[in-house]
Structure formats: C-alpha cells, structure tokens
C-alpha cells in the first residue's frame, strides 16, 4: 500500500476505526497454479487499482455468482471476457449522495461509473419505499444497485401530513408526473414549515428506530430546508435515535451567511454530547469561502475521536427547489449573489427579480442552480484526501428537462480534471475517495455495503473500467445530458452492463441496498 494512501486511511476516518473495528480485507490473489474452472465472467488484462488494498498491478479477475471468485496474475477462463488491456479496472463507484433515482438519471450515472447511488441526505419512509413509484419506479427494472436512509423529513411528513400519506420525495415527483401528486419537489409542505408538537418527539424516535431496524441507511436530514421548524429538541432526539442504533446522521447542515460554520458547530457538538456519527453533505456547498475553516473543524473533531465525515462534489454552484426555506430568508446576503446569478434548470433562464418571484409563486416544485461558488473553494475540497466524492445528482425525468452537469459527470470530472489534467490528486487516491470511502462509512451497518467499494475475492462484482488518458466529463450546465467520456466498461453484480461505452440494452443487474434488518 502506497504512503498516500496509509496516510488517507489513517487519518481520514475515526468513524472507520470505531464503527467498523477492524482492517480492511486485502485483495486475495490466486496462486499461480490455476484451476481450469470457467467463470461466468472474466476481466482480463487490465490494471486493476484497489484502494483498500493498495493493488495496483496487471491482473484477470474472474467472476462467478455475481461476485469476485478470483484476482489473478495468469489468464482466466470464461464463458464473457471483457479485455481490458490498456485501461483502469477499480471498483465501482459508489455515490452517497444522489436523487437520481429515474431510469433516465441511473443511465448517466452508470455511463459515469457509478454502480451504486444511495439516496441518503433527504431518504425516504420508510427507506424500502425509495424506488417504487411509477413511472419513475427503478425498483426491480434498475441499471445499478440502490438504497436510502430513513429520512426525517418524511417521518416528520407521516406525523404532520398523514392525511397526505406523502413520505418521500421521488413518491412526491411521481405523484406530479402522474397527475395525482400535491407539489411536486416543492419545500413549502407542513413537513418543512411547521414546528414537531413535543409531545411528537417519542413518536418521531420510535418510527426512525423502526426503520433504522428494517433496513435504513442511516438517518437523512435536510436540516437547512426546515431551519426554522427543527428546534434543538427534535434535532438533540434525532441524533439520540440515531447513537442508540450506531447508524450515522447524514446532514445538509443549516447554513449561515456566506460561510459562517454555526451549522457545523451545531452537529458537532450533538456528536460529542450523544455518541452519534455525522456525515456533512456537499461540504463545499455549504462552507463557501470558510472551506478551510470547516475542514480544520471537522478534523479536529476526528482527532477528538469523533466519528464526523464529509463530502463534496466538483462543481461551482448549487441547486435546488425554489421553494426551499433557504430562499425565504435573506439568500442574496447567504450566497453573496443576486437574481442574474440563478438559472431556471429545466431551461437554463437567467432570472431577473420579476421572474425570480414570478416562478416562486406558479412553480414552487422548480429547481434552480444558483451560481455562487468559485473554483478555488471547490478545488479544496475536492483535492482534500479525506473527503468523500458524492454527487448529489438531481432526477433527471426527459432530456427536455435540463439538469445540472454534477447530475452526469462528477465522478469522470474528478478523476479526468483533477487526476490527470491538474495532476493535484494522484489517481489512488482519487479512487478512494469514490470506492473504499463511502463503503465504509456504511459497511458496519450493511453487509451489501461491507462487500461493495473494494476489489477482493467474495466482494461484489461491481467494477468499472476507464481509460486514464480520456476519461473526461462532457455535460455541461447548457447541455447536461452528454455522458463522460473514457468510460469503457461497466459491470455491476457481474453483469456486463456497459460496453464500449454503450449501454447494453435490458440488462438491470441493480439490488437495492439495505442495512441490517432487526430480527426483533
């Protein structure tokens, strides 16, 4: 294992150390007398690159039953084999941070390399309902594996709204598309507005350990979107919940102006006074210009042996509903932009104060990009060793329908960008930051995740293939829908799913993924 990589690992996560308890299992290689057996698969010829491990060598990797059954230095036989000479063979990319829970959005992210995208800072309730909704429904016809949190703005929603019987927010989109839904992607709910009775708190907790216990990965909270409705009651019960379960709390922090850290102070403090672990979305999103600032804090906690991680995501802006609260405060101060600075995303329109209002009021459901981050905050954070790569990739419903690029693009930007063409982050490591790290933030309470993020015998066979000279996002915030480049070939749970950069056509290999179901 290279000095870099020790490096990252060792000091990048406590969460890993506490929660997990033990080492990463190391690549198995075969001895080099090899069983004539055939495989289901073969990847031949490639440079295998495993994080977890520190491989990074020439060898075939054969596949039986979905998952690795051999790495090896001497050819394999099987009844497909996928020649990788010439190209990257790392683990698939695991997202945790992506709404793109569409058909349309799962085939951008697998042509990216993402072979599972877990929906995890806004979640569902209960989480095994995430994916089910038509026609945006992926659950049983998905391109690449799949899960969510419990997330508490829909238990909030189930307590606040039951007569709405609304808990999630792909159920809210497809109940727009299909006619029936009460607001779209909007954030103008009770959910979001309205303040928890006290008398509500043990109701909360108790259906957050239910489905913390039935599966849910972790608890998702888009605090900054009900900042005003969430005291320090609910979200102290919340992180409670979530230490008594050992399951992380994953969180849009409330966001001060431009870059105040109150809102990281805020749940880093509920980590020390409970026990909970935290993970801090889109990092560079929320801290704007005190990056640095943010960053020093959350390692200080970590070397306090707090069990607090973060992520990022390599774009200069951000994006949302219209609706969201943070529009009803003074956002022009928060974000230090001004109505020119934020764009329609479904056409691309730069808004002036008139049609800025004008949207509001009719189409509350809209998203926006708001222009307000520079490059030389995204690169920090990005470039940083110990932050994870997430995506935070909007739902894509048509291609008539503009998304941001990040939404098709992050992972082939960070490693085509800043990988090769900046040379700022080595390719290792770059690697880590999309496989073995978000794995393991997870894998203590799953054991789909425990076997996802790595290159090892009895891991899943999840691997993506790419070439590292023409790897390169092409999406841009005009014309988003352009897949990455480089990409050549993609299996997920053994299935070739990509080749040649194509998707193969009726082949949806994808499970969803669960955290350990209670047996009480």
């Not at 990092?283 to 005190?290: C, D, E, T, V, Y």
């Not at 994006?319 to 529009?327: G, L, M, N, Q």
Request: proline share 5%; hydrophobic share 45%; net charge negative.
């Amino acid at each position: 294992m290279n000095t870099r990589i020790k490096v990252l690992l060792g000091a990048m996560l406590p969460f890993v150390v506490i929660a997990c308890g033990q080492a990463p299992e190391e690549s198995q290689e075969m001895p080099s007398a090899q069983p004539v057996d055939m495989f289901d698969a073969v990847v031949a010829n490639g440079r295998v690159m495993d994080p977890a491990s520190g491989l990074d060598a020439v060898r075939h990797i054969g596949i039986r039953d979905g998952r690795i059954a051999a790495i090896s230095e001497t050819a394999l036989n099987g009844s497909v084999v996928v020649d990788a000479a010439g190209k990257v063979v790392a683990p698939g990319f695991v997202d945790l941070h992506s709404h793109g829970w569409t058909p349309l959005s799962q085939r951008y992210q697998l042509l990216d390399g993402v072979t599972t995208a877990l929906e995890l800072e806004s979640g569902a309730y209960p989480a095994t309902s995430h994916g089910i909704y038509p026609p945006i429904a992926i659950a049983e016809r998905s391109l690449i594996n799949y899960g969510a949190s419990t997330g508490h703005a829909w238990v909030r929603s189930r307590i606040l709204e039951a007569d709405q019987a609304i808990t999630g927010m792909d159920q809210l989109m497809a109940g727009t598309l299909n006619g029936t839904g009460t607001g779209g992607l909007s954030m103008g709910r009770p959910a979001f507005h309205s303040p928890l009775p006290a008398e509500q708190l043990p109701v909360m907790q108790e259906l957050l350990r239910q489905d913390l216990a039935n599966g849910g990965l972790g608890i998702g909270m888009l605090l900054d979107y009900m900042s005003e409705s969430v005291d320090g009651a609910e979200l102290r019960a919340v992180f409670e919940v979530a230490a008594e379960a050992d399951a992380p709390v994953i969180v849009h922090i409330r966001r001060g102006v431009a870059g105040d850290p109150f809102g990281l102070d805020e749940v880093i403090g509920l980590a020390q006074e409970t026990g909970a672990a935290v993970h801090v979305c889109h990092l560079q999103a929320s801290a704007m210009g005190g990056i640095e600032v943010f960053l020093g804090k959350i390692r200080a906690a970590q070397r306090a042996g707090l069990r607090i991680t973060t992520e990022s995501f390599p774009y200069n802006a951000g994006s949302t509903a219209i609706s969201a609260a943070v529009f009803s405060r003074n956002w022009r101060e928060v974000f230090a932009i001004d109505y020119g600075d934020v764009e329609w995303a479904a056409t691309g329109e730069r808004l002036t104060e008139e049609t800025w209002h004008e949207y509001r009021e009719k189409q509350p459901g809209g998203t926006v990009i708001h222009h307000y981050n520079k490059e030389r905050w995204t690169r920090i954070a990005t470039e940083a060793p110990d932050v994870v790569v997430a995506s935070d990739a909007l739902p894509a419903v048509s291609e008539a329908q503009l998304v941001a690029p990040w939404s098709v693009g992050t992972f082939a930007r960070v490693l085509g960008h800043y990988a090769r063409d900046e040379g700022t982050l080595d390719l290792m490591t770059a690697l880590a930051k999309m496989t073995i790290m978000p794995a393991r933030l997870l894998e203590h309470l799953s054991d789909d995740l425990a076997r996802k993020g790595r290159i090892a015998v009895g891991a899943d066979a999840d691997l993506t293939i790419f070439d590292p000279t023409t790897i390169a996002d092409r999406a841009t915030y005009r014309q988003p829908f352009q897949p990455s480049a480089g990409i050549t070939h993609v299996l997920v749970n053994g299935i070739p799913v990509v080749r040649d950069g194509e998707v193969v056509p009726d082949r949806f290999p994808g499970r969803r993924v669960l955290g350990r179901v209670s047996d009480s």
